[in-house]
Structure formats: C-alpha cells, structure tokens
C-alpha cells in the first residue's frame, strides 16, 4: 500500500532551481528518515541528502552549501530545493523512507528526471 511518487523535476539552465517533492502515503508506521539519492546512467546510486522526522540534515558533499531538504511530517512529504544547479547534477532523483519499525521498509519513489543544460 506504501507510495512515494515524486514531482518537480525537469530541465533548467546551469545556475537555475528546481524544488522536488515527494509524497508518501499508505503507512500505517510514522517515518523516521527521508531521503533523496540521485543516479546516472551508467553510474552508481548515490546519496543527495536525507532529513530526520527531527529535522536532522545530512548532504553529500557535492551538492552542500547548493540543496536544501526540508519535510512536512504531518503531510509526510519531503522536499528538495536544488539551486545553483550544475550539468553534473544531472540525474534521476529518487526519494526513499525509512521507518522507525525497521522491519518495515525502506520504500522507494519511481524516480524523476533532472537535466541541467551547460
């Protein structure tokens, strides 16, 4: 029963911003860690940043100082503004959940596409 579909990606100019968003919806659990990770083709998944229910952040740090994630626990949605944003930033971004009751989970979005134009 458990989704996360993500929105808000695209193509911008370098230098441009772009907010994802990621909705959850369908657990009965309350979500401890929201994250987002980002893969190329041909390339490995690789984590962008991640949020606690607290709204303790956490970034690599190619993208430190640029993103910002943020969340609404009582939506149980997750955002990510990218600003400054780079050609190498581009990549399809997933948002995944992670549940207090570990058990159950971690679910994963379907991904959306981000292409920044150099």
């Known amino acids: 029963q458990v989704q996360l579909v993500e929105s808000g990606g695209g193509l911008v100019q370098a230098g441009g911003s772009l907010r994802l968003s990621c909705a959850e919806s369908?657990?009965?659990?309350?979500?401890?860690?929201m994250g987002w990770y980002r893969q190329a083709p041909g390339k490995q998944r690789e984590l962008v940043a991640t949020?606690?229910?607290?709204?303790?952040?956490n970034y690599a740090d190619s993208v430190k100082g640029r993103f910002t994630i943020s969340r609404d626990n009582a939506k149980n949605t997750v955002y990510l503004q990218m600003n400054s944003l780079k050609p190498e930033d581009t990549a399809v971004y997933y948002c995944?959940?992670?549940?207090?009751?570990?058990?159950?989970?971690?679910?994963w979005g379907q991904g959306t596409q981000v292409t920044v134009s150099s």
């Open positions: 949020i606690t229910s607290a709204g303790t952040t």
């Open positions: 995944n959940a992670e549940y207090y009751r570990h058990y159950y989970g971690p679910y």
């Open positions: 369908g657990s009965i659990f309350t979500i401890n860690v």
